[in-house]
Nanobody, 124 residues
Framework: EVKLVESGGGWVQAGGSLRLSCAAS????????IAWFRQAPGKEREGVSC????????QYADSVKGRFTISSDHAQHTVYLQMTSLPPEDPAVYYC?????????????????WGPGTPVTVSS
């Protein structure tokens, strides 16, 4: 059974940093693409970043390029999202998701397995 568990969310001041973690289990880590998404109340879920070990690709949404970094620890089956220079914005829940084909996509409909999410609040 595919299982994804996010952690690391919380409260941070604008301009600050957070590192989110996504612990994965139940599947062959290298055969999947793992992505981060976020969703604010009343808004659509949007793709933030994607990592594919098997395809050797990393993808970022334009809004986070230069500020967010996705990385992985294969031994720990964990994908990280380092977020810096966070702007003040609506609270959002950050989710990680996995996709078997291995190709990176930033579309929520392309991912079949999701974690429960971790909330992030950036205050001004």
């Amino acid at each position: 059974e595919v299982k994804l568990v996010e952690s690391g969310g919380g409260w941070v001041q604008a301009g600050g940093s957070l590192r989110l973690s996504c612990a994965a289990s139940g599947f062959t880590f290298d055969e999947y693409a793992i992505a981060w998404f976020r969703q604010a109340p009343g808004k659509e879920r949007e793709g933030v970043s994607c990592f594919s070990s098997s395809k050797g690709t990393i993808q970022y949404a334009d809004s986070v390029k230069g500020r967010f970094t996705i990385s992985s620890d294969h031994a720990q089956h964990t994908v990280y999202l380092q977020m810096t220079s966070l702007p003040p914005e609506d609270p959002a829940v950050y989710y990680c998701a996995s996709r078997w084909s291995g190709w990176c996509r930033l579309s929520p409909t392309a991912f079949g397995s999701w974690g429960p999410g971790t909330p992030v609040t950036v205050s001004s």
